[in-house]
Structures are given as C-alpha cells and as structure tokens.
C-alpha cells in the first residue's frame, strides 16, 4: 500500500536558518505529492504541491522537487521566520483525481526561534 | 469568500451519546472527505464522496456515518459504537476533474466525558 514517511519532530531553529524537512514515499503508482502547513488549532492549508517526476513546488519561500528516483519529496527554505513555526505534513494522492482521499506522514512540528 | 466551514469548532458529549459534526462547502467541489487526526500522527480518512448520494469508507470508518444528500454538506456522526472518539476531526473537498488538490476547513475537536 501506500505510505509516508517524514523526519521525527520537533524540528527547532534559529531565524534565518536553512531548513529542510524530509519526505520519502511509497506508491504503486504515479502519485501526485502535497506539503500542508498546519497552524495551532486550525485545519490544513496547501504549501505547495508537484504531480509529475522532476517538477519543483514553490510557495512563499518553500521548495520541494518531486524526486522519483530516491522516492522523495524534501522541503527547503532558505531563511526560516517565526512565523514559520507550524506542523508540516507531506502527502501523497495515487488514486486517479484524489477522488479516494489523500496519504498523510504524521507531520514535523517546526519551531523557529528569534 | 468561498471556503469550507466545519460547526462547532468545539464539541463535548457523553459516553453512549450520538454527536453530528457539520461540514459545509461553497466552492462547488463534488468530492468531500472527513479525516480524523489524533496527537502525533498524520490524518487518517474516514470516509468519503465523489457526488451527492454516494459515499465510501476510509481506513477508519468504523462507529461513523456519513450522508451526502446535497452537493454542499457532508456530516460525520460519531456513533456511541467508536470506542476512542476524542480527536480532531477535518474536512475536506476537492474537484473530480483530473486536481488532486484538497482544501480543508478550520476542524472540530470533540471531547467525550
């Protein structure tokens, strides 16, 4: 079946620090792959997202590059603010139109530091 | 402002009491989804619906229900039967049409007593 598979938390930093989150997965097919950024309390929102081998997702400072051949989906920023401080969930479709729901990892709760 | 809305945002109930959480979508997606979310771990689905009067179950939907009579609402009922309810529960929608996208509402944390 399908899994994910994302670094153990909490993750803490310093501000402007270089912060890389990781994300392997496992599909039996071509899957489309998620970040979601949770905020306390409140419900997910889309970071980014990629759908084909070698696309690169990009939101507000966040990168991921959808790499098939190590089955990972790593997310980068280059300076990281406090208000970056979150739980961040990678996610994986591979059901043809996310019709069947999506795969979660259990998420990385980053704290960032001033 | 289309968006997903989830009522009430905090929920108590008593052991053996029936609860109805409330999900309601204005972005005309068909696709709805209810996942729970426990401390520590990632969303598991419960159930879902790709159109009005259809729906499956997830990987957990046991002591849940679900109905699908309008396009816009999706409610879970969290059954007297689910032995371990107390989580957060989330919602979801997302088009058919070839976007695996899911947008999410604000969550219900429900509490039993």
């Known amino acids: 079946g399908n899994s994910v598979t994302q670094m153990e938390g909490p993750v803490t930093l310093s501000e402007e620090a270089f912060l890389t989150i990781n994300c392997t997965y496992t599909a039996t097919g071509y899957p489309s792959l998620f970040w979601y950024v949770q905020y306390p309390g409140e419900g997910l929102q889309l970071l980014l997202k990629a759908t084909k081998a070698d696309d690169k997702g990009s939101n507000k400072g966040f990168e991921a590059t959808y790499r098939k051949e190590t089955t990972s989906f790593h997310l980068e920023k280059g300076s990281v603010q406090v208000s970056d401080s979150a739980v961040y969930f990678c996610?994986?479709?591979?059901?043809?139109?996310?019709?069947?729901?999506?795969?979660f990892g259990k998420g990385t709760h980053l704290i960032i530091q001033p | 402002d289309g968006g997903i809305t989830q009522s009430p945002k905090y929920l108590f109930r008593k052991e053996g009491q029936n609860v109805t959480l409330s999900c309601e979508q204005n972005l005309n997606h068909d696709a709805m989804y209810w996942y729970r979310q426990d401390p520590g771990q990632g969303l598991r689905l419960i159930y879902y619906?790709?159109?009005?009067?259809?729906?499956q179950k997830g990987d957990i939907a046991e002591g849940y229900s679900v109905s699908r009579e309008k396009k816009e609402s999706f409610p879970l009922t969290v059954t007297s039967a689910q032995k371990n309810p107390t989580a957060f529960y989330l919602c979801?929608?997302?088009?058919?049409?070839?976007?695996?996208?899911?947008?999410f509402g604000p969550g219900t944390r429900l509490t039993v007593l």
């Open positions: 996610a994986l479709s591979d059901r043809g139109g996310g019709a069947d729901g999506l795969t």
């Open positions: 619906s790709q159109i009005v009067n259809d729906f």
């Open positions: 979801a929608s997302s088009t058919d049409r070839g976007t695996d996208t899911q947008y």
